[in-house]
Nanobody, 119 residues
Framework: VQLQASGGGEVQAGGSLRLSCAAS????????IGWFRQAPGKEREGISC????????YYADSVKGRFTISRDNAKNTVYLQMDNLKPEDTAVYYC?????????????WGQGTLVTVSS
């Protein structure tokens, strides 16, 4: 069971990136997925999540109106479209899921993908 985040990179302020979170070893369909980020010297913060069927989404105030979370269950992947990026969005971005395996809930994190926004 694994989550793999990708799509990070360096972009200028005002630019866009799309992050992907691909699951292997389990089916994403049944689970809500969250995106978190951790900036240098700061605690990890939750910025967005999406319900298992995509019908419910949440955004932190810091990204609301600029980021869009979506999922393609057929591709076993969740996306985070990030537009109008700001230097304060610079962080390592992680995806997360609580996954039920053999009757036990496990806490899975992707390995993180670095986003750097220059002014």
């Amino acid at each position: 069971v694994q989550l793999q985040a990708s799509g990070g990179g360096e972009v200028q302020a005002g630019g866009s990136l799309r992050l992907s979170c691909a699951a292997s070893g389990f089916t994403l369909d049944y689970y809500a997925i969250g995106w978190f980020r951790q900036a240098p010297g700061k605690e990890r913060e939750g910025i967005s999540c999406i319900s298992s069927n995509g019908g419910i989404t949440y955004y932190a105030d810091s990204v609301k109106g600029r980021f869009t979370i979506s999922r393609d269950n057929a591709k076993n992947t969740v996306y985070l479209q990030m537009d109008n990026l700001k230097p304060e969005d610079t962080a390592v971005y992680y995806c997360h899921a609580d996954v039920l395996v053999a009757g036990v809930w496990f806490d899975y994190w992707g390995q993180g993908t670095l986003v750097t926004v220059s002014s």
